[in-house]
């Protein structure tokens, strides 16, 4: 990484930092603080994907598949959210 993207990096990451220990919601910090909600995700994932590659890993992007969801039959004593109820 060469030190333009180094402090460029720097630099986001104390908004962020500043951002979490404001209190504020991201939509009122950033409007408090003339950022763009879009910039400031794009810059927060360039900062988790900086720390990914860091870690060795690729991306935080989905890479798709299928995942096992439990089905719940039509129980009234179900706990998990049933569609029946």
């Known amino acids: 990484?060469?030190?333009v993207v180094e402090v460029?990096?720097?630099s986001w990451k104390a908004m962020v930092q500043e951002r979490n220990a404001?209190?504020?919601s991201i939509k009122e910090w950033c409007a408090?603080?003339?950022v763009s909600?879009?910039?400031y995700y794009y810059?927060?994932?360039q900062l988790r994907n900086t720390a990914l590659a860091a870690a060795g890993q690729t991306s935080t992007e989905h890479t798709g598949g299928f995942m096992r969801v439990p089905f719940c039959?039509?129980?009234p004593g179900c706990k998990v959210g049933c569609l029946y109820s």
């Open 1 to 3: 990484m060469n030190e």
């Open 8 to 10: 460029r990096m720097s």
């Open 22 to 24: 404001s209190g504020l």
């Open 32 to 34: 408090a603080n003339n």
């Open 37 to 39: 909600e879009s910039q």
């Open 43 to 45: 810059r927060l994932r």
């Open 73 to 75: 039959p039509a129980d």
